[in-house]
């Protein structure tokens, strides 16, 4: 039941949203280039898949965890992006495509080995990766894999669909920052 409601939700949320996806990348390309943004991710299973989101920092930004990445390298665009979580829109393509669903733990790099080894103990790779989830309107973020991975787990454990739309509500209306990017020093 949750594939369908992914799936439609996510498919009706591009054909409405089609405009304000069309008009980011139109003032993306003036901001840097490159308005798409595209990294490889752990999926269900730990099978690789491509998440899509807009760019929000430099192209030249080297590919790390948010956490690990410095706040100068955010854009203009990218900060009002970041904290209006419309960055995070272009992933409806990955929920469609069935590589995520619209809550679950968020898709790490294959370079987080820590946050994998502690993820893979608790089996939160048996569910899709998210948009968002119970971590992301808590404030936990991929900085404290250990408490993210139980987190995630204590989410997959106990995930209702009352659950599933109360995370997406308040990712919507501001709940969690996502994770965190280091202050310039």
Known sequence: MIRTIDFLAAFFGLLFLWPLLLVVVIIGLFDTGS???????????????????????????????????????ITKLGNF??????????QLINVVKGEMSLVGPRPNLFNQQELIKEREALGVYNVLPGVTGLAQVQN?????????????????????????????????????????????K
């Open 81 to 90: 992006l970041r904290k209006t979580k419309i960055d995070e829109l272009p």
């Open 35 to 73: 308005p798409i943004f595209i990294q490889t991710r752990v999926g269900k299973n730990q099978k690789p898949f491509k998440l899509i989101k807009f760019r929000t920092m430099s192209v030249e930004t080297k590919s790390v965890a948010s956490h690990l990445a410095n706040n100068a390298s």
């Open 140 to 184: 936990v973020d991929m900085s404290t894999p250990q408490l993210l991975a139980k987190t995630d787990k204590q989410m997959i454990d106990t995930l209702t669909i009352k659950d599933y739309f109360k995370y997406i509500i308040m990712t919507a209306t501001g709940s969690g920052s996502g994770d965190a990017v280091k202050s310039q």
